[in-house]
């Protein structure tokens, strides 16, 4: 059974590539414009067109910090034809700095900005998974506690709570402590990727963004932009920006529906994921709201209050927060101090998570969150 799905981009939504953060030597920025994305063989021979070549080794041999911003001033009334000849792609941005740079993944084919299958359905997987446990939570917070107590690694603690509720039907038997795959009732599910729909298509998918780190002050409300040292901690990404529409398919292979069934699994696999969502992140938003409340972020608790009007009810990507990527949010706040305790760096403040990733607009004032959509049926 193949459905097309709609997925609407309401906040800034990054899904980084493979090779992560770019060096200065990789970007050149026009402030406040466009952020130029350089390729290497494509800058090589412009300069070697210009008789320039020789200009940037030298550069590279005496600068102790290169940068292709520093280095394109030297060019001159040449700056401009090398610029165009060795730029990959530009992407436009309201940014007046940028001191490092991280890109969104793009599709080899059309160059574009594209949304992989496996973070959607990353994504659907946890929404599922906060469902299945809040059908008995308190079964789910003492699995928890039970699995913090037990294990020291964090990620095999959290595999072993996915494991249980995902693989509960015993299709092939498996005694293996780490479950058996074929056991996943989300064998069941594919998802395609999502490409950026031909109606909302724009010269500009993507924009380069600043984010900063909020962090609540401890117990005295308010808040505070994380540092790093004596600086604050800023990060430069690309990101789709919202209002764009992107298209994929979910596919639930009624076969395998079926055999979960004879097994025991009830009701149909798209109708929970659509209910799993609507509880999942309607729950979100209010978590969300409430910590830009005790931050004293008046526009960001109005923020919250716009995106749930606009039907926000899923989240992905970079940046969503560990309370998105999790079902925590089914957890008291002694059972999140506990895992904070045991996984995390000790905190000062009652509150775990006490930060968030956010969206800051060329004045420093926080704009946005990360990674919130709109997810229907079509």
């Known amino acids: 059974m193949k459905k097309r799905v709609k997925l609407t981009v309401l906040s800034p939504v990054f899904i980084g590539d493979e090779k992560g953060e770019r060096s200065p030597l990789e970007y050149y920025l026009e402030q406040n414009a466009y952020v130029y994305v350089i390729s290497e063989d494509r800058l090589l021979k412009a300069l070697k067109e210009s008789n320039r070549l020789k200009d ?121 402590s780490g479950g058996n795959p074929r056991n996943d009732i989300l064998r069941m599910l594919k998802v395609s990727d999502a490409f950026a729909a031909i109606q909302s298509r724009t010269d500009y998918i993507s924009e380069v963004y600043q984010v900063k780190v909020v962090s609540l002050n401890n117990d005295n409300g308010g808040y505070h932009f994380s540092r790093v040292g004596n600086r604050e901690i800023n990060i430069y990404i690309e990101a789709i920006q919202p209002g764009m529409q992107f298209e994929f398919d979910i596919d639930i292979d009624e076969f395998l529906e079926n055999i979960f069934k004879s097994y025991g699994f009830n009701g149909k696999l798209d109708e929970q994921l659509m209910q799993a969502l609507g509880l999942k992140y309607g729950n979100l938003l209010d978590e969300e709201r409430s910590f830009f409340e005790k931050a004293g972020l008046r526009a960001m608790v109005d923020y919250c209050d716009k995106l749930k009007k606009s039907g926000a009810n899923f989240r992905l990507g970079w940046g969503s927060g560990m309370l998105n990527t999790t079902a925590a949010l089914l957890l008291p706040d002694e059972v999140r101090r506990k895992i904070r305790g045991r996984y995390f760096k000790p905190r000062n403040n009652a509150v775990f998570p006490q930060s968030r990733k956010v969206v800051v607009s060329g004045n420093g004032s926080v704009a946005h969150m990360m990674g919130w959509c709109k997810l229907e049926f079509v």
């Open 56 to 176: 940037f080794l030298t550069y590279l041999e005496q600068e102790n910090w290169p940068s292709m911003n520093r280095f394109f001033r030297q060019l001159g009334p040449q700056q401009n034809s090398v610029l165009r000849n060795a730029t990959l792609r530009k992407i436009k941005t309201g940014v007046s700095n940028l001191s490092n740079l991280r890109l969104h993944i793009m599709d080899p084919v059309t160059g574009e900005p594209y949304v992989p299958g496996t973070s959607i359905k990353g994504s659907l997987r946890i929404a599922l998974l906060y469902y299945l446990a809040s059908k008995d939570a308190d079964n789910f917070i003492n699995r928890v506690g039970q699995a913090v107590d037990r294990e020291r690694n964090r990620e095999r603690a959290g595999k072993n709570i996915d494991t249980a509720y995902f693989q509960r039907y015993r299709i092939v038997e498996d005694n293996r």
